[in-house]
Protein backbone atom coordinates (compact mmCIF):
# COMPACT_ATOMS: atom_id res chain seq x y z
CA UNK A 1 0.00 0.00 0.00
CA UNK A 2 2.89 2.33 0.69
CA UNK A 3 4.43 1.21 -2.46
CA UNK A 4 1.01 2.41 -4.30
CA UNK A 5 0.97 5.21 -2.63
CA UNK A 6 4.51 6.46 -3.05
CA UNK A 7 3.59 5.78 -6.63
CA UNK A 8 0.58 8.03 -6.47
CA UNK A 9 2.03 11.10 -5.07
CA UNK A 10 4.98 11.42 -7.51
CA UNK A 11 2.52 11.25 -10.18
CA UNK A 12 0.74 13.80 -8.43
CA UNK A 13 3.37 15.71 -8.35
CA UNK A 14 5.21 14.91 -11.70
CA UNK A 15 1.29 16.72 -13.08
CA UNK A 16 1.57 19.66 -10.52
CA UNK A 17 5.07 20.40 -11.79
CA UNK A 18 3.52 19.76 -15.58
CA UNK A 19 0.75 22.68 -14.45
CA UNK A 20 3.05 25.11 -13.36
CA UNK A 21 5.90 24.76 -16.33
CA UNK A 22 2.65 24.98 -18.94
CA UNK A 23 1.48 27.95 -17.13
CA UNK A 24 4.92 30.12 -16.99
CA UNK A 25 4.94 28.99 -20.60
CA UNK A 26 1.70 30.38 -21.47
CA UNK A 27 2.49 33.32 -19.37
CA UNK A 28 5.38 34.37 -21.65
CA UNK A 29 3.60 33.21 -24.65
CA UNK A 30 1.11 35.54 -23.45
CA UNK A 31 4.00 38.64 -23.07
CA UNK A 32 5.48 37.98 -26.09
CA UNK A 33 1.74 38.32 -28.20
CA UNK A 34 1.17 41.57 -26.53
CA UNK A 35 4.54 42.64 -27.31
CA UNK A 36 3.74 41.90 -30.80
CA UNK A 37 0.21 43.45 -31.24
CA UNK A 38 1.70 46.69 -29.49
CA UNK A 39 4.29 47.11 -32.52
CA UNK A 40 2.13 45.39 -34.68
CA UNK A 41 -1.34 43.74 -35.86
CA UNK A 42 -1.67 41.20 -38.10
CA UNK A 43 -4.40 41.00 -40.74
CA UNK A 44 -5.32 37.79 -42.84
CA UNK A 45 -6.08 39.17 -46.50
CA UNK A 46 -6.68 36.85 -49.67
CA UNK A 47 -4.52 34.43 -48.18
CA UNK A 48 -1.86 35.82 -47.11
CA UNK A 49 -0.10 37.22 -44.04
CA UNK A 50 0.20 41.00 -44.10
CA UNK A 51 1.65 43.43 -41.56
CA UNK A 52 -0.04 47.05 -40.59
CA UNK A 53 0.62 49.25 -38.43
CA UNK A 54 -1.49 48.56 -35.49
CA UNK A 55 -4.20 51.15 -35.24
CA UNK A 56 -3.51 52.68 -32.04
CA UNK A 57 0.05 53.72 -33.60
CA UNK A 58 0.21 57.77 -35.31
CA UNK A 59 2.14 58.47 -37.86
CA UNK A 60 3.78 61.60 -37.67
CA UNK A 61 6.35 61.87 -40.38
CA UNK A 62 6.83 65.32 -41.47
CA UNK A 63 7.18 65.53 -45.94
CA UNK A 64 10.80 65.49 -47.09
CA UNK A 65 11.93 69.02 -47.43
CA UNK A 66 14.68 67.81 -50.28
CA UNK A 67 11.99 67.48 -52.93
CA UNK A 68 12.92 70.65 -55.29
CA UNK A 69 11.30 69.70 -58.73
CA UNK A 70 7.91 68.97 -59.99
CA UNK A 71 9.15 65.23 -60.86
CA UNK A 72 10.32 64.50 -57.44
CA UNK A 73 7.54 65.88 -55.93
CA UNK A 74 5.20 63.97 -57.93
CA UNK A 75 7.43 60.67 -57.15
CA UNK A 76 7.23 61.42 -53.57
CA UNK A 77 3.20 61.67 -53.97
CA UNK A 78 2.48 58.26 -55.48
CA UNK A 79 5.33 55.78 -55.18
CA UNK A 80 7.39 57.46 -52.31
CA UNK A 81 11.32 56.40 -51.38
CA UNK A 82 13.42 54.31 -49.46
CA UNK A 83 13.75 56.54 -46.59
CA UNK A 84 9.27 58.23 -47.04
CA UNK A 85 6.42 56.20 -48.11
CA UNK A 86 3.98 57.81 -50.84
CA UNK A 87 2.04 60.78 -49.16
CA UNK A 88 -0.71 58.50 -51.03
CA UNK A 89 -0.60 55.33 -49.07
CA UNK A 90 0.03 57.61 -45.85
CA UNK A 91 -3.17 59.46 -46.87
CA UNK A 92 -4.89 56.13 -46.96
CA UNK A 93 -3.98 54.65 -44.11
CA UNK A 94 -3.52 57.35 -41.77
CA UNK A 95 -5.91 60.09 -43.11
CA UNK A 96 -4.74 63.70 -42.64
CA UNK A 97 -2.96 62.88 -38.69
CA UNK A 98 -0.28 62.00 -40.31
CA UNK A 99 -0.03 65.17 -41.97
CA UNK A 100 -1.21 67.35 -38.81
CA UNK A 101 2.10 69.32 -38.00
CA UNK A 102 2.91 70.08 -42.04
CA UNK A 103 -0.52 70.98 -42.78
CA UNK A 104 0.38 74.17 -44.64
CA UNK A 105 3.12 72.43 -46.61
CA UNK A 106 1.20 69.63 -48.08
CA UNK A 107 -1.29 71.87 -49.08
CA UNK A 108 1.35 73.86 -51.24
CA UNK A 109 2.45 71.06 -52.55
CA UNK A 110 -1.26 69.33 -53.39
CA UNK A 111 -1.90 72.49 -55.65
CA UNK A 112 1.35 71.43 -58.06
CA UNK A 113 -0.29 67.78 -57.70
CA UNK A 114 -3.63 69.13 -58.65
CA UNK A 115 -2.48 70.71 -61.70
CA UNK A 116 -1.01 68.70 -62.90
CA UNK A 117 -3.88 66.18 -62.97
CA UNK A 118 -5.99 69.17 -64.10
CA UNK A 119 -3.04 70.41 -67.25
CA UNK A 120 -3.24 66.25 -67.91
CA UNK A 121 -7.02 66.38 -68.67
CA UNK A 122 -7.51 69.44 -70.19
CA UNK A 123 -5.22 69.49 -72.79
CA UNK A 124 -5.15 65.80 -73.26
CA UNK A 125 -1.46 64.85 -72.07
CA UNK A 126 -0.02 62.25 -70.50
CA UNK A 127 0.66 62.59 -66.41
CA UNK A 128 4.63 62.91 -67.04
CA UNK A 129 4.50 65.25 -69.82
CA UNK A 130 2.18 67.56 -67.21
CA UNK A 131 5.25 66.96 -64.70
CA UNK A 132 8.06 68.09 -67.77
CA UNK A 133 5.58 70.45 -68.87
CA UNK A 134 4.80 72.46 -65.00
CA UNK A 135 9.08 71.81 -64.19
CA UNK A 136 10.16 73.24 -67.19
CA UNK A 137 7.86 76.26 -66.40
CA UNK A 138 9.15 76.64 -62.74
CA UNK A 139 12.95 76.33 -63.88
CA UNK A 140 12.57 79.12 -67.01
CA UNK A 141 11.14 81.32 -64.36
CA UNK A 142 13.50 80.36 -61.49
CA UNK A 143 10.62 79.51 -59.00
CA UNK A 144 10.66 77.49 -56.06
CA UNK A 145 8.10 74.79 -55.79
CA UNK A 146 6.22 77.22 -53.46
CA UNK A 147 6.11 80.07 -56.27
CA UNK A 148 5.12 77.71 -58.71
CA UNK A 149 2.20 76.77 -56.35
CA UNK A 150 1.63 80.53 -55.71
CA UNK A 151 1.67 81.11 -59.32
CA UNK A 152 -0.84 78.24 -59.73
CA UNK A 153 -3.11 79.39 -57.31
CA UNK A 154 -3.19 83.37 -59.37
CA UNK A 155 -3.89 81.54 -62.03
CA UNK A 156 -6.99 79.53 -61.00
CA UNK A 157 -7.71 83.31 -59.28
CA UNK A 158 -8.32 84.54 -62.81
CA UNK A 159 -10.84 81.70 -64.30
Known sequence: MDEVLGSVTEGVSQLQGAIVRGQQETRELASRLSVMEAGFSYIFQGGSLVRSAAANLSCQQPLPRC?????????????????????VSL???????WRSSDRQYYNVRLQIINEIDRLSCVQNISKADAVASLDSRRRINNWTLNKLSEEIRKQRRLY
Open 67 to 87: VVTVAELYRIWYTGSLSFPSV
Open 91 to 97: DERYGAS
